[in-house]
């Protein structure tokens, strides 16, 4: 089959399937996109548009939203698909729709599986401390992120990596991988390898209990959830019954035996030392409640870093 012949349906949602959509489009031909239904946001109650269904609006591809796909799929299979591929779609897949394209579906994964199933594969990756993480192209199959994998591609996670800088790196490896597999797919070149279940860690939704800094961890530990969560949804702390968001560190060398922890022990010139169980974290980008996200060197221009020492993140 001659790709320009191949019918594929795409379904996915964040930014982050943007260009493997884009990738599919500028290649193949995508006779619809499946997103989730548009959402309302702010105080207006405006309508938003997934990033996914911007992109199909855009090339003028049909969408289709529906609110519960175990129901409502017969749309997609009328489109006749020779393959879907999905990528963040934020739906579990019914088995009429998994079991009907000629090529089966396929998924575009943020982790090297069988590491990392789940919906965080990128904010765990780091916050867990990984090495490397990647892409991994499977089948899809019922139960989540557990399919035979079908190729991987992988990168190393750097000491300055965020959440944000590592979803774009996986995000465009995902569109490079995705475009050089299918070819050898559809070839029959590619011998899928089961998952060793023995293997597998999962990476679920973060939740808003994991976003708050516990100081009583290591300032590694404590790093790597800062940068885990940077830009979205972002780390927090409280600081006088306030909250106060935190979006970038560094790790000092200094060691407080004689300062609590989460106790603001000294100021720098572009942070707060804050005292952990082994050591420091200087907090270099926060948010106060109610201001604008800023570099705190830049904070210190209208205000006195001097008057938070001592002061306690965290105290009841």
């Not at 069988?114 to 089948?139: D, F, Q, S, V, W």
Request: hydrophobic fraction near 35%.
């Amino acid at each position: 089959m001659k790709k320009q012949e191949l019918r594929i349906v795409f379904m996915g949602t964040p930014e982050f399937s943007v260009p493997v959509l884009e990738g599919l489009i500028e290649n193949y031909k995508v006779v619809g996109v499946v997103t989730q239904p548009d959402k309302e946001v702010g105080r207006k109650r405006e309508i938003k548009f997934s990033p996914v269904k911007e992109v199909a609006i855009k090339h003028q591809i049909p969408v289709f939203q529906p609110e519960h796909i175990k129901k409502e799929y017969q749309e997609i299979l009328n489109l006749q698909p020779d393959l879907i591929v999905t990528c963040a779609y934020g739906q579990i897949i019914p088995k009429a729709i998994l079991d009907f394209p000629k090529y089966r579906c396929i998924n575009v994964h943020a982790s090297l599986l069988p590491k990392l199933r789940g919906g965080a594969p990128i904010h765990k990756a780091i916050i867990e401390n990984y090495l490397r993480t990647g892409i991994t192209i499977m089948y899809m199959v019922e139960k989540m992120d557990a399919g035979d994998i079908l190729s991987q591609s992988e990168t190393v996670i750097k000491k300055e990596d965020t959440v944000g800088t590592l979803h774009d790196r996986l995000s465009l490896m995902g569109k490079e991988l995705l475009l050089k597999t299918i070819p050898d797919l559809i070839a029959g070149k590619i011998t899928p390898i089961p998952q060793n279940e023995k293997e597998v860690t999962y990476a679920w939704n973060i939740k808003r209990e994991e976003e708050k800094i516990d100081f009583t961890k290591s300032t590694i530990a404590i790093y790597n959830q800062i940068r885990g969560l940077n830009p979205f949804p972002g780390a927090y702390a409280t600081l006088d019954g306030k909250i106060v968001k935190i979006y970038a560190s560094r790790i000092s060398e200094s060691f407080f035996t004689t300062k609590e922890d989460g106790e603001i022990g000294k100021v720098y010139e572009d942070g707060i030392g804050v005292s952990t169980k082994d050591g420091e974290i200087i907090l270099t980008e926060i948010q106060f409640e109610g201001k604008k996200k800023m570099k705190v060197k830049d904070f210190f221009h209208g205000f006195d870093g001097e008057k938070l020492v001592g002061k306690i993140f965290n105290e009841e």
